[in-house]
């Protein structure tokens, strides 16, 4: 009579306990992670990644949180209500300034993702004929306003020797260029390869080669979490990595996500993925050649009065990422 009974009893506790080892299973870390904008393929790793179930590997929950610039995300950081940004890397000025946000890996390199764009009867057609001319970007203080000053210099025009404006986002600059307010923009090659496609504008000058030694985006991450709870910084790393990997391995899949995230046809997201996937880093490390230009960049910009230590804006206790 009490075989029957124990055999039960075993059975729902191995149903318990099958149960509590599900729901363990399943309790990933919810972490919020933004993009500066997103409209820019560089920052498509957060989509792939979370599409593709790589972060979940790393037992994480990754809410996409898309900014309208670099200094909304800054904010979000040191608000606290993001957990990491992905954004470019002339935010890490804020750090040196005090704010509670330090680089964790740098996942972009070289500037291949910006160009300069015009409209397809601009009498601007090659570089010499942006000398005094009016480009605008999206945020004040960000990679496309730095750009902008860098081709000038490397032009020996001297850092004014192209006027630039910040609107506040890409979609702004584009409208100035469509009116006639400006007579071009520093904005992602995948726009200028639409504008190509679709007949209304032409690229004159991509930007990777103009600044061969850059690092155009990091991961920046709460100075606190890093602080408080570095393995989940790690897992994050990990996860973004290993879909950079995935990337580079899978142009087909990583071209059908990212045109429905930047919003552009099959063909131009192809041809954006040909020209950008180079510049993704492999293992997040910084490179001192890159970031000897960075530091020049915060003093150029007015950002910084002197160029800082490494130490003041990043770490590099979580490289190389090894997924």
Known sequence: MKRPLLRSSVAALAGALLCGAASLALAADKIHAAKAVGTQFVFVPLDVGVEQGIFAKYDLDVEIVVMTGEARLQQGLTAGSLDFGLAGSPGAALSVKGAPVIAVAAFSNAPRNFGVVVLADSPIKTVADLRGKLISGATAGGVPEWLVKRLAVVNGWG???????????????????????????????????????????????????????????????????VQDNPELVRRFLKGL???????????????????????????????????????????????????????????????????????????????????
């Open 159 to 225: 850092p004014d020797g192209i006027r630039s404006i910040s609107l506040g986002s890409p979609d702004a600059s584009l409208a100035a260029v469509r009116t006639r307010q400006v007579d071009g923009m520093m904005t992602a090659t995948a726009l200028g390869y639409r504008f190509e496609e679709e007949g209304l504008g032409r690229i004159v000058t991509t930007m990777g080669e103009v600044v061969p030694h850059f690092h155009t985006a990091m991961v920046f991450a709460r100075t606190a979490l």
């Open 241 to 323: 990595f290993a879909t950079i990997d995935f990337m580079k391995a899978n142009k087909e899949k990583t071209t059908e996500i990212a045109a429905q995230v930047i919003k552009q046809s099959r063909s131009v997201t192809s041809r954006t993925y040909d020209n950008e996937v180079s510049a993704y880093s492999i293992d997040g490390t910084f490179d001192p050649a890159a970031l000897a230009v960075l530091k020049e960049s915060f003093v150029d910009m007015g950002m910084l009065v002197e160029k800082p230590r490494d130490e003041q804006f990043l770490t590099t206790r979580f490289l190389p990422v090894k997924p």
